[in-house]
């Protein structure tokens, strides 16, 4: 599977050039129809409400879904490197559903709203999930096999789900927020998290490039990295650590988005090979190509309201998941 | 990647499965006897408590129609429906559960674990959205329509996990997906309906028990009882199943078609269940595995998971109606009780691999 | 591969099915910009025929009676009333403002799940909270000892329903809140033998309605300004139309809507990026919930909120309680609506 660095190049501004093309889109197509007239006159800042729309609706909008996708794809690659577990993925490992209850808990029970806190609850109930799943699903007899993880992603999943669902049931305001952040949306991203969520994901994308080396090595197995001269016990720390911090970010932007973590690095590796460097650096790509494409199709099948996003990357996930789950199975045999 | 456990567990004792292991019958009647005597004693608490507490001597006028008016109404109209349906609710989850698990031959391997109630619920809460989105409301009976979702959804894990044979793992993971999916098109449909809809759909994807009467109960006891003796007819292959194919085929039963009565049996309850309560979380999962412990047997006699299931979900929706300040819908408690033994199941898998 | 690539497809198919499926049930949309919001079981059009054969004959004051109503979803049958109410339970908001309106303090108050017994505007007294409407006890209603059952047919839309709560007390069920508040109104106050005060009440409401219309008129310069009513709720933005409670009082105020409004439904669907819709020439706007949940940051905080009409020429916009002009649904409530809108325009002298 090893690539030349041209052939690599290529995929990677390839790629690159269909992330334009969606972001375009992104920009371009929306709930309210502009004619192409208005379209170009709105992007050359002659039509005022059609600039408006543009300008100062769609592209912030289309920003986010950059950067969540970004730190989606990413989280993603590093969440299946260290687990070995091409299963992995932080919205089935219930990792993101614990930052979503915390920001939901949060809102109910210490009338935390939207800022600072909302990033900080989301990381800190992304770390506490994480832990947790990790936990339950080492001390299971047969180790960390991606079978027991997705499980005890799920049943973490169900647990907070039922906790919140009794605060949820009896107050209806939480109530409405709650409908929304289960699903995962884009919208106009709001500047008072915005801000705040941005050093952690940054940080997140850092760690992710110091470890991608060793990471490498982990794949060999435990042993071998070790070896191989690489700490295998920090590696996986500060991997799990930025794993954390870019699916926080994530669910503090967007909401608990699935599947974008699982489908993009197994497209990546499809295209470049298995070395995790470049896989990182292709899913840094593509994870923003599948969310920005997915939004752009949820804001046109149900116009004027929006598909959320988080629908539309679970309906196109699934079936990719089924046929990964049955790959796997064939490879086994 | 993904191991295979069933192969090894298939060949771990090969000897010792061939042997037909004499059931513990005793400790099995002790167990039905034990779970029918708490049901009743629950039971009878259930129908004391409500608005106004009933004392047992006026609760045993009450039932047979003497007494003030007010107690009569509230233990024969109101209490009575609502205990009937909780235990017929969760006698049809916990043969659903316990028929799936010994099939499958996996302590994970029940309705609500693999989407069955997911897609019931896309049903259901389609229904309410055309309703509430001006379309005809009440075209599609909100029972039919849950039955219909949860065999789709049967049927399309089956195709989907085809292959792999019902006992594998990846029938798990596709359940798990397809809920996944499912529950993202009902969430979906949860906020394109009105806020007041929401709330009620939202009671109704948890499980809840709340205003339902005999209406609802009617197609659950019918199905119960239709099928929960069917099950107990086919008991004795239920148990061959536990022994490989080669023994099963030895006892005069052809396992693949056996296997799918059981199956369609477990999925039908589960839908029905569904139906009249909504997807009572976990319900099937808990009732199938205690029962297994209570009886001690390798394979799940129905007749001790339907009592089980009876128990739990009366159990729950006697607090839910009554101990806490708002009736909470029951599949909220039950939630917090069968998600954490979820995690406890997958801690123990080792000692209990190979039997359900 | 195969047997993956045929259940993948399979899979997929399924999903956009699914899609498909879902996007379907906003078929009451009528294409491109607009869709039509839920409007409950009927059209507006029968609704209205159906409200006008219910009601009693009996004289005032007389009982027992007979009062025509929704004994089933979409059938009238006859509840009789053997004696004047006394014991009455209501089970909406609605019912409880008429109640209150006429003087009579419910024993016992349903309300929707997701808010208190009653909007802070009617004082609630002794009655004993039922809980949600969709979540009733009955045991807990026998045991109030009710006369009266008050309620609509779209909120018990159980056919079973309708028969216990009738077993238990008269019910009179009116067919839905909202576009029939008036209608409601006089059918509960038939109920309670109170027709007479009910009627008076109402007239003395389209009096000062029309009043109110005219200073508005007044305050604008001469001239009716057309009015936007838009309500950000979680997730929906919607413009009121003229089958909701508010556009049945602006109607009877004589102030015109915006064309987009101007339409025989509850209400429009508009996405954020349509918002310069609200093309009223008032632009009166509230939020159900809370703020945070609703997309109020997005439009009202927005970029594109300057380029709404309204903002933009310097007409009146104005922030008004979600409580009275899109919950309240009584003869008291209009009454606070109509406070408001007088305050608005003494604002613009």
Not at chain 1, 32 to 54: C, F, H, K, N, Y
Not at chain 1, 281 to 288: D, E, H, I, N
Not at chain 2, 224 to 242: E, I, K, M, W
Request: aromatic fraction near 4%; include cysteine; charge should be negative.
């Amino acid at each position: 599977m090893a690539r030349s660095g041209t052939a690599v190049a290529a995929v990677l501004l390839g790629a690159l050039a269909l992330l334009v093309v969606a972001a375009l889109a992104g920009v371009i197509v929306g709930t309210r129809v502009l004619s192409p007239g208005e379209t170009l006159a709105g992007l050359l800042g002659q039509d005022g409400v059609a600039a408006t729309v543009i300008w100062e609706l769609r592209l912030p909008r289309t920003l986010l879904g950059l950067l969540v996708g970004s730190a989606l794809g990413v989280a993603g690659v590093l969440a299946q490197a260290v687990t070995r577990n091409p299963l992995a993925d932080p919205g089935l490992l219930g990792i993101s559903a614990g930052g979503a209850v915390a920001v939901v808990a949060g809102s109910a029970f210490l009338g935390l709203g939207a800022g600072t806190p909302r990033v900080l609850l989301a990381l800190a109930g992304a770390a506490l999930a994480t832990a947790a799943v990790y936990l339950f699903a080492s001390r299971s007899p047969e180790g960390l096999t991606p079978v027991n993880m997705t499980l005890a992603g799920m049943a973490m999943t169900a647990f907070l789900g039922a906790a919140v669902s009794a605060t949820v049931l009896l107050s209806a305001s939480t109530m409405d927020q709650y409908r929304f952040w289960v699903v995962g949306a884009l919208s106009l991203p709001d500047p008072a998290v915005l801000l705040p969520a941005i050093p952690p994901a940054v940080a997140g994308a850092i760690l992710a490039v110091v470890v991608s080396g060793s990471l490498n090595a982990l794949a060999l197995g435990d042993d071998t990295a070790a070896a191989l001269g690489v700490a295998v016990l920090r590696t996986r720390l500060l991997a799990g650590a930025a794993v954390v911090l870019l699916s926080g970010t994530a669910v503090a932007l967007a909401g608990p988005i699935a599947f974008v973590g699982l489908v993009i690095p197994h497209i990546a590796r499809a295209l470049v090979g298995t070395d995790v460097r470049r896989v990182l650096a292709l899913s840094a790509v593509l994870g923003p190509l599948l969310l920005v494409t997915a939004d752009v199709v949820g804001r046109l099948v149900a116009r004027p309201a929006e598909v959320q996003v988080g629908v539309v990357t679970a309906l196109l996930g699934t079936p990719f998941f089924i046929w990964l789950t049955r790959r796997a199975k064939e490879r086994s045999q | 990647m993904i191991a295979a456990p069933t192969r090894t567990a298939r060949s771990r004792n090969p000897v010792r499965s061939l042997l037909p292991r004499p059931r513990p019958r005793r400790r099995v009647v002790v167990a039905v006897l034990g779970t029918l005597l708490l049901l009743a004693v629950v039971s009878a608490v259930a129908l004391s408590l409500g608005d106004e507490p009933t004392t047992p001597a006026a609760l045993w006028e009450a039932l047979h129609g003497r007494g003030p008016e007010n107690t009569v109404y509230a233990v024969l109209e109101v209490r009575q429906p609502r205990v009937v349906l909780a235990m017929a609710v969760g006698a049809a989850f916990g043969v659903a559960g316990g028929l799936s698990q010994s099939v499958l031959r996996n302590p994970l391997a029940s309705p609500d674990v693999l989407g069955i109630s997911a897609g019931a619920s896309v049903a259901v809460v389609s229904v309410i959205a055309i309703g509430s989105l001006g379309g005809p409301i009440g075209v599609v009976p909100i029972p039919v329509a849950a039955l219909a979702g949860g065999l789709a959804a049967a049927g399309l894990i089956a195709l989907l996990a085809r292959g792999g044979g019902l006992r594998g793992r990846r029938i798990l993971l596709v359940g798990i997906a397809l809920s996944a999916a499912l529950t993202a098109l009902t969430q979906f449909l949860l906020t394109r309906i009105d806020v007041y809809d929401a709330q009620r759909s939202a009671a109704w994807l948890t499980g809840s028990l709340n205003a339902r009467g005999w209406g609802e109960a009617t197609p659950v006891l019918v199905g119960v009882a239709v099928l929960l003796p069917a099950a107990l007819v086919l008991a004795h292959t239920n148990r061959a199943l536990l022994f490989d194919d080669g023994v099963a085929a030895g006892w005069g039963v052809r396992p693949g078609r056996a296997r799918a009565v059981l199956l369609l049996i477990a999925v039908c309850l589960a839908a029905l269940a569904t139906s009249a309560a909504g997807p009572v979380a976990f319900v099937a999962l808990v009732s199938g595995q205690v029962a297994r412990r209570l009886a001690a047997v390798p394979d799940i006699p129905p007749i001790l998971a339907a009592a089980a299931g009876a128990s739990l979900v009366l159990v729950a929706d006697t607090i839910a109606r009554t101990a806490l300040p708002s009736q909470l819908p029951v599949g909220v408690l039950t939630g917090l009780v069968g998600a954490p033994y979820l995690l406890y199941l997958l801690q123990r898998r080792r000692s209990t691999r190979g039997t359900p | 591969m195969p047997r993956a690539v045929s259940a993948s497809v399979a899979a997929l198919a399924l999903g956009a099915l699914l899609l498909a499926g879902c996007s379907g049930t906003d078929e009451s949309g009528t294409g491109d910009n607009q869709s039509n919001v839920a409007t409950g079981q009927e059209g507006f059009e029968d609704v209205r025929k159906l409200a006008a054969q219910l009601g009693t004959d009996a004289g005032p004051g007389e009982f027992p009676r007979t009062v025509r109503n929704l004994v089933a979803n979409e059938e009238v049958g006859e509840t009789v009333i053997p004696a004047k109410p006394e014991r009455v339970i209501v089970l909406d908001t609605g019912e409880l403002d008429n109640m209150a309106s006429l003087g009579i303090e419910p024993v016992g108050i349903a309300h929707p799940a997701d808010v208190g017994m009653a909007p802070g505007y009617l004082d609630v007294g002794d009655a004993v909270d039922l809980g949600p409407y969709d979540a009733l006890d009955l045991e807990q209603i026998k045991n109030l000892e009710p006369d009266l059952i008050l309620g609509t047919s779209l909120r018990i839309d159980d056919d079973d329903l309708k028969r216990q709560l009738q077993e238990i007390a008269p019910t009179v069920l009116a067919p839905r809140p909202g576009v029939l508040w008036k209608e409601n109104f006089l059918l509960n106050a038939a109920a309670v033998g109170e027709e007479e005060r009910a009627q008076e009440l109402l007239d003395a409401y389209e009096e000062r309605a029309a009043e109110v219309g005219a200073t508005v008129a007044e305050a604008n310069g001469g001239e009716a300004p057309t009015v936007s009513m838009l309500r950000l709720m979680a997730g929906q933005i919607r413009l009121y139309a003229n089958d909701s409670f508010i556009g049945i009082i602006l109607d009877d105020a004589g102030l015109p809507r915006p064309e987009t409004e101007d339409i025989a439904d509850l209400a429009v669907e508009i996405s954020a990026e349509e918002i310069t819709l609200a093309e009223g020439d008032w632009l009166l706007w509230g939020t159900y919930g809370e703020a945070d949940s609703t997309e109020q940051a997005a439009v009202v905080d927005g970029p594109l909120w300057d380029q709404v009409p309204a903002v933009a020429d310097g007409g009146v916009v104005h922030e008004v309680a979600d409580e009275t002009w899109y919950l309240g649904l009584g003869v008291a409530g209009a009454e606070l609506v109509l406070d408001d809108l007088e305050a608005i325009a003494a604002d613009q002298r």
